[in-house]
């Protein structure tokens, strides 16, 4: 082999290595190597064959020489002590070749950086030491849109250009490199690379530089499901929202992967699972073929509930009442959300969790019977509850409640309450049992002793009441709600004979009535609507029930509506119209009259403050009432002013009139709380007249309406 063929043979293998070594592409492309250029032999081909030792005589077939005999024919021959013996003389000891002087130099460190020594000095080791100043410089995220996120999470711009030392700008720039690389990655540019590196400047500054290069960008090419058949057929390609020639963005695909996994128990499929999603790239095409393994699971239908836990609150029985879904019917894992929150609603649990179990038997059309199985563990039944509040006219009034959830089961409450205020005291009890053999059906019924004593009345009052209802509460707020029952009431109060001398005297009043109520909810929150309207109307025939009985009908609709002009900027307005028809004025017990003016009114005025009035300018009551309020909320935060203009007017007639409106006006704060707004509102009458307040303030939870 000649000196030149061995050096191409070098080449060739080293080729060889190169082309065999596998690329950083799932899908390889061959690399062809660049074409040889002319080089210049090392050794000659003649002089390569003239240092080849010959071989004796002509006989190929003779014995080569000793390596010996051919190493000695190599060296020249010397003589010691010239010669006299014979024997060779003793070479000179061996001298070490002289050194290059760059290949004696250490070698340089891997950033080729030199950094001043960041050492305290030897007095004082505790001394703190220089910061390190860098600049940071990133290039290259062109049109990608990515740069302002890459600045966003980027550890160098973090860091402010300060430093301890030059290793953590360099540990810095390295988690910024792989951060560019990951950013390019999930928005599709597999082909990225970032370069981090450092320079210095001649005043000993760093500057820190990530070079960044996109690539091209891949797409969703072929989409492969492999999945058993669904009913209906094409169930999860259908709820794969993913589409060929689609950008491959990592949140776009994991979205719609989780997509699959909600929609496939809401079809049916309780133990349905996703796959590891397999993406084959083709750097020829920049596209990506797409195949995701799901096992949907065998198809379900609802059985029954079963439940387990310590300490329960209560039985499966009363679950089967909770429940909305019916036996047989397909499964849903959205019923079975429903039935989670409305077990939560009860208040009876400290933890709750409902899962589906498979239970192997047939059910209907070629599906399996699933059962629910609920684990609980039953928390404190017991609660303490108050709430406070100050209006003018009306004075404080705080109330509070002690409540048994869970006294008489399945969710038999005992509720004790006590109201203390200035011009307002009284005790309740009520018993209420909620699911009342119906989903969202509540009994109650309970007795109340209340002593009210305002500028148009001073009233002790009895009652007794039983009553069903369907109510909207913080977990579940209700479309359509409505109450129902019936109400006795006994009390005895102050009455003005006449309101030209204010001749008064106490009567007593034994009054039955059926209150019905009826309401339907478009708004989008219970306590801080910002969009949707409300309507209300209540109404309740009643009479005296001492001697002949004498009915009448007292009756009331309310509506509200909220229009978000911007996120911060919401208008509310209401209107209440009301009346009692039937029966004179003075006929009626005072507290059962028709009043306005308060913090649930028309604010600016007294509670009860508007209508008519007798010589002592205490207000009287009326047959009825009509109201409006506009409000402007602007919130910024967990804070919130608000701007209103309220309007009303009381009347003796049995219609309202719309003449004699009364204005007020005023601003109040808001403070947002998770569980609703404080509230503190402060208003002044327009065209105050004698005796009314120059100015009312309202403070309590939750909007004014």
């Known amino acids: 082999m000649t000196g030149r063929q061995a050096h191409h043979v070098g080449r060739m293998l080293c080729l060889f290595l190169l082309t065999a070594s596998p690329l950083p592409l799932m899908a390889q492309t061959a690399i062809s190597p660049p074409p040889a250029e002319a080089e210049e032999p090392i050794l000659p081909d003649d002089q390569f064959e003239a240092r080849l030792p010959g071989v004796e005589g002509s006989d190929p077939d003779a014995p080569l020489p000793s390596i010996d005999s051919w190493i000695d024919q190599q060296m020249p021959e010397q003589a010691v002590d010239g010669g006299s013996n014979g024997e060779p003389a003793e070479l000179p000891p061996a001298v070490e070749p002289a050194q290059e002087q760059e290949l004696a130099q250490p070698l340089p460190p891997l950033d080729s950086v030199t950094v001043p020594a960041n050492a305290g000095p030897d007095a004082d080791p505790d001394a703190k030491l220089p910061q390190v100043r860098y600049a940071t410089s990133i290039e290259g995220f062109g049109k990608t849109g990515l740069e302002d996120e890459f600045r966003a999470e980027s550890v160098l711009l973090d860091g402010d250009g300060k430093a301890d030392t030059a290793a953590m700008v360099q540990q810095r720039a390295q988690e910024d490199e792989k951060l560019a690389v990951r950013l390019f990655y999930s928005q599709g540019y597999y082909d990225a690379t970032a370069l981090a590196s450092l320079d210095q400047a001649g005043d000993g500054t760093l500057k820190a530089i990530i070079s960044v290069t996109p690539g091209k960008r891949y797409k969703i090419g072929a ?47 309780p133990f349905a699972q996703v796959g590891q999603r397999d993406i084959l790239l083709d750097p020829a095409t920049t596209a990506g073929d797409y195949t995701l393994p799901v096992d949907v699971g065998p198809r379900g239908a609802f059985r029954k509930i079963t439940t387990s836990g310590e300490k329960q609150a209560f039985g499966a029985d009363h679950m089967e009442v909770i429940k909305r879904y019916k036996p047989g019917a397909i499964y849903d894992s959205r019923q079975v959300d429903d039935l989670r929150k409305a077990l939560v609603a009860t208040g009876l649990f400290s933890s709750v969790a409902v899962d589906p179990v498979r239970t192997g038997e047939p059910g209907p059309d070629g599906t399996e019977y699933i059962d629910l199985h609920v684990e609980q563990q039953a928390g404190p039944p017991r609660t303490l509850a108050g709430e406070a509040g100050y209006g003018t006219g009306q004075g404080f009034r705080a109330e509070g409640t002690w409540t048994h959830r869970n006294l008489f089961p399945p969710e038999g409450a005992l509720i004790l309450g006590v109201i203390a205020g200035t011009q307002e005291q009284g005790a309740s009890a009520t018993f209420r049992r909620s699911n009342a053999g119906k989903r969202d059906k509540t009994f109650q019924t309970g007795i109340t002793l209340n002593h009210q004593n305002y500028d148009a009345y001073e009233a002790f009052t009895a009652g007794l009441n039983v009553g069903w209802s369907r109510q909207s509460t913080p977990i579940f707020q209700k479309r359509w709600t409505y109450s129902y029952g019936a ?57 005296s029930l001492q001697g002949s009985f004498s009915p009448y009908i007292r009756a009331t609709f309310d509506l509200s509506g909220y229009y978000p002009v911007s996120d911060s900027l919401v208008i509310a307005a209401r209107t209440r119209l009301g009346t009692i028809s039937g029966v004179d004025r003075d006929d009626i017990a005072p507290s059962r009259r028709v009043y306005a003016g308060g913090g649930g009114s028309v604010r600016g005025f007294g509670y009860q403050e508007l209508g008519p009035k007798d010589v002592n300018n205490d207000p009287i009551g009326g047959r009825s009432v009509n109201e409006f309020a ?6 910024f935060g967990n804070y919130g002013v608000v701007a209103f203009v309220d309007a009303g007017q009381v009347y003796e007639s049995s219609i309202p009139k719309f003449s004699d409106m009364r204005y007020g006006v005023g601003l109040g704060g808001r403070f947002y709380t998770n569980f609703g707004p404080f509230r503190a509102d402060i208003a002044m009458p327009i065209n105050r007249q004698p005796g009314e307040s120059k100015f009312a303030v309202y403070i309590g939870i939750g909007q004014a309406f």
Do not use: H, M
Request: glycine share 10%; proline share 8%; net charge negative.
């Open 223 to 269: 989409i492969v499901i492999n999945a058993g058949p669904t009913v209906p057929p094409g169930l999860v390609r259908d709820s794969l929202p993913l589409k060929t020639g689609d950008y491959i963005v990592a949140a776009n695909v994991e979205s719609a992967e989780a997509n699959v996994g909600l929609k496939l128990p809401e079809q049916g499929y």
């Open 487 to 543: 109400e006795i009431l006994l009390t005895n109060e102050q009455v003005v004979v006449d309101p030209a001398t204010a001749d008064k005297t106490r009567r007593t009043y034994f009054i039955g009535g059926l209150p019905l109520q009826i309401g339907y909810d478009r708004s989008n929150d219970l306590l801080n609507p910002t969009k949707g309207f409300r309507a209300n109307l209540r109404a309740e025939p009643e009479g």
């Open 630 to 635: 506009v409000e402007g909320r602007y919130r």
